[in-house]
């Protein structure tokens, strides 16, 4: 393959769309397959194949984004290049839907996509995804996909790579937010002979779908990212480290991963050059710990999954000792449009610091929920009441959630806060991977924080103390408080814990896992004071349960 | 400025770096972990997973330490020292983290010394008394586990166990037996002697009794001892060690 037959490949899919009338996509993601799209789209192809007319193509995509409005269908007429999307479909509209096309759009189903839901958005990570079929990879390469590679691996040295992603600024999207082009040159600098490139798809965090969506939507642009890591690095295996909890992930990957090699995209002497790179896949066995990297190396190794000190960091001795690059679907799939465009574009998105663009998963007590990809200095205001939609049934808005278990809660007056790595931070929250619950009036902020603690008490490794006995102390601690048997004593000791676990963990897992803690009594302690006993009133001690009764 | 490279037993180029540990300037070789270099020149930092001849561990998190210009205490057994690093080893905070945390190992499950073989001989008590944690503050978690005697010569009781992980290692890396291993996550985990059979019906164990001697606690012992008897010696340890190449 190189760059002429790609041309070649993207022309001929040209034509053939020239050659139909109508497309429509009938959005296939894990979402709008749970809420029936599979029947939808039988009922379409079923009413394409009695057509006598014909000329109708109907095609599975990825993820459309508004998740809560699925199964979600979109019809595009080749010709006069409209866009018309419908929400709700059931498979007994599928016939009125088929009978419209080239007619006046089916108005009881259509969704407007002048909203802010969709004209807020910029799309890079997300640009093919509920456009392309995520299983073709013709459809991938038309839309100018294994282009940067193949550019990159016959007219671009490693360096050159290396320079554009370190020019662009991004900077990992897994939540750490650290430098992407930092850690590549720190790999790329290691003389060692083997190195490994691993791509961290194991994402757990309560209400959290972005990767699954990126794999499921557009998987060949994770590939393609990989791939390109791989050689502004100098590795030739790579892992995909994906949860089993994601089925239609994994085989979707698989199949990209066939394919690309079959076309001689992955595998051996990629484009005829000496450019080696093989991608396996791993899959996760269920535990929320092995998305910490040095969890996930032991992980892949075969080992149990449990995080070891760092330095040394992997970067330095990671997979089987050897240097490791371990980027996040999201920080990968940025790669293929960075080097397109240039990191000089890229850097010219967003803000100074976290430049790009960021893929959230809105979920919760919000009108619109599902996945979105915004410009970095967004203030979250424009995400919850514009794109999202505000809250429903005319409650009131309380607080956000981002980051997940490593997160924070923040309230109405930081609503005007730009989405940035740093001030995020500040406010005692994270950006994380990039999941938003919207919580209401309604939410009780101690509820919160006490699921949160249970999250991490049965996700902990068990390995470090403080983290394995100090998260079940302090679920104690946030029950006793949340049953209202609770004094000031055990609201002082729970602090204390806080700050314990914070400081001495050994991993991310227990060092952020007070986080919800500390972010909801920083700004709803009243929450917590009105649930306390005064102290004349403290309960007995229990009795003493010995045995095993 | 790195001092000039000083050549070891085996061989190889080591460099010397100089740093401070509360307030002393000490020289040190820039392979050897914060603990090792602190314990070379009597500075006491107290831990317990750590076993001089086993490979690192870093879970007890009692040997933290503070360093200037990072951002939260590392543990010592785990950093390696680096030149001009600044290291405080006794600051109020760091002693209150440490009786934490003794307090969270206590509260997790039933370490009674007057009742123990161990007692007076435990490394567990010993912390206690050094770190001054004279009383536990959270709620003791009395959840019973279980105690396997089935072995001819020893006993393991899961209610004394710290999980330290020291019996693992050293069944592993000095004997090569590896029958024992740590199973479930979280609260929930437990050591076990091969996929969770009672002891006695190990095949792979070799009755050598290495994990007895290291184990810092009740947890394994020898049975026929009474409160007060299990003294436990783990000299040979270092020694094993260097004869199967300094692992």
Excluded at chain 1, 411 to 420: G, I, N, T
Aim: proline share 5%.
């Amino acid at each position: 393959m190189n760059l002429e037959d790609l041309a070649e490949i993207a022309e001929r899919s040209a034509e053939a769309e020239k050659s139909q009338r109508h497309c429509v996509r009938v959005c296939m993601a894990a979402s709008c397959q749970s809420s029936g799209a599979g029947a939808v789209l039988e009922g379409l192809r079923q009413h394409a194949k009695q057509d006598a007319d014909g000329g109708v193509h109907v095609k599975p995509v990825g993820c459309m984004g508004l998740c809560s409005a699925g199964p979600l269908v979109s019809v595009d007429a080749t010709e006069t290049k409209t866009d018309v999307m419908y929400k709700d479909v059931t498979p007994d509209d599928t016939g009125d839907l088929y009978a419209s096309l080239g007619g006046a759009p089916l108005e009881r189903l259509r969704c407007p996509t002048d909203i802010p839901f969709f004209a807020c958005q910029q799309r890079i990570v997300l640009k093919n995804s509920g456009i392309i079929d995520p299983e073709h990879l013709d459809d991938y390469i038309a839309a100018g996909g294994y282009s940067s590679l193949v550019r990159a691996v016959t007219e671009l040295t490693p360096a050159d790579v290396l320079r554009e992603v370190k020019q662009s600024g991004l900077r990992g999207r897994g939540g750490g937010g650290y430098p992407a082009g930092l850690k590549w040159s720190t790999v790329a600098m290691s003389p060692e002979p083997h190195k490994f490139v691993i791509c961290n798809a194991d994402e757990g965090d309560p209400g959290a779908f972005m990767d699954r969506a990126v794999l499921e939507s557009d998987p060949h642009r994770v590939l393609e990212g990989m791939a390109l890591a791989g050689y502004a690095i100098g590795a030739e295996h790579a892992y995909v480290y994906i949860r089993a909890e994601y089925p239609l992930a994994v085989e979707r990957l698989k199949k990209a991963i066939k394919q690309a090699t079959k076309k001689g995209l992955l595998g051996r002497r990629i484009s005829d050059t000496t450019f080696n790179f093989e991608i396996e896949i791993r899959l996760g066995a269920g535990a929320f710990v092995c998305g910490e990297e040095t969890a996930l190396m032991a992980s892949i190794q075969g080992l149990r999954g449990q995080p070891r000190p760092r330095p040394p960091y992997p970067a330095e001795e990671g997979l089987w000792e050897c240097p490791t690059l371990i980027n996040n679907v999201e920080t990968l799939a940025n790669i293929p449009s960075i080097l397109d465009r240039g990191g000089d574009w890229f850097k010219g998105i967003g803000t100074e610091t976290s430049t790009g663009t960021k893929v959230f998963a809105l979920a919760g007590r919000i009108a619109n929920s599902g996945l979105i990809e915004v410009p970095m200095g967004i203030r979250l205001r424009e995400i919850v009441e514009q794109i999202g939609g505000g809250i429903p049934d005319g409650r009131r808005f309380k607080a956000v959630q981002t980051g997940g278990p490593s997160g924070g809660c923040l309230p109405e007056q930081h609503l005007d806060m730009p989405v940035e790595y740093d001030t995020l931070r500040s406010a005692g929250s994270i950006m994380g991977s990039g999941g938003m619950i919207v919580m209401d009036e309604t939410s009780s902020m101690v509820d919160v924080a006490r699921y949160f603690m249970e999250f991490c008490m049965t996700e902990s490794c068990g390995k470090c103390v403080p983290c394995r006995a100090g998260t079940v102390q302090m679920h104690g601690l946030l029950d006793k408080i949340a049953e209202g048997l609770a004094t000031q004593a055990d609201l002082d000791l729970l602090e204390e814990l806080c700050d314990v676990v914070q400081a001495t963990s050994l991993c991310g897992l227990g060092q952020t896992a007070p986080n919800p803690v500390l972010s909801t009594l920083r700004y709803f302690r009243h929450e917590y004071d009105e649930k306390l006993r005064p102290e004349s009133e403290r309960m007995p001690r229990l009795p003493v349960v010995t045995g095993d009764n | 400025m790195p001092g000039p490279p000083v050549t070891t037993s085996t061989g190889v180029k080591v460099r010397v770096v100089t740093l401070k540990i509360n307030e002393h300037d000490i020289g040190a070789r820039e392979t050897d972990s914060i603990l090792d270099v602190a314990q070379a020149n009597h500075i006491r930092i107290p831990s317990l997973c750590f076993l001089e001849g086993l490979s690192t561990w870093g879970a007890c998190r009692l040997c933290v330490v503070e360093i200037e210009g990072y951002p939260r205490p590392v543990s010592a057994c785990s950093t390696t020292v680096s030149e001009g690093m600044v290291i405080t080893t006794h600051s109020d905070r760091l002693k209150r983290y440490r009786r934490t945390i003794l307090e969270l190992l206590f509260a997790e499950r039933n370490h009674v010394c007057s009742v123990c073989v161990s007692n007076g001989h435990c490394e567990l008590q010993d912390l206690a008394a050094e770190c001054g944690m004279d009383h536990v503050r959270v709620p003791y978690r009395n959840q019973p586990y279980a105690v396997d005697s089935t072995h001819e010569m020893y006993r393991v009781d899961h209610n004394r166990c710290v999980l330290c992980t020291r019996c693992v290692r050293v069944c592993d890396e000095i004997e090569g037996a590896h029958t024992w291993d740590v199973m479930g996550r979280g609260i929930e985990c437990q050591v076990i002697t091969d996929l969770n059979q009672p002891w006695g019906d190990s095949s792979s164990c070799t009755s050598c009794g290495k994990c007895v001697q290291v184990c810092p606690t009740g947890a394994l012992v020898k049975k026929g001892t009474a409160a007060g008897e299990m003294e436990k010696h783990d000299e040979f340890l270092p020694y094993l060690a260097q004869m199967r190449g300094n692992r």
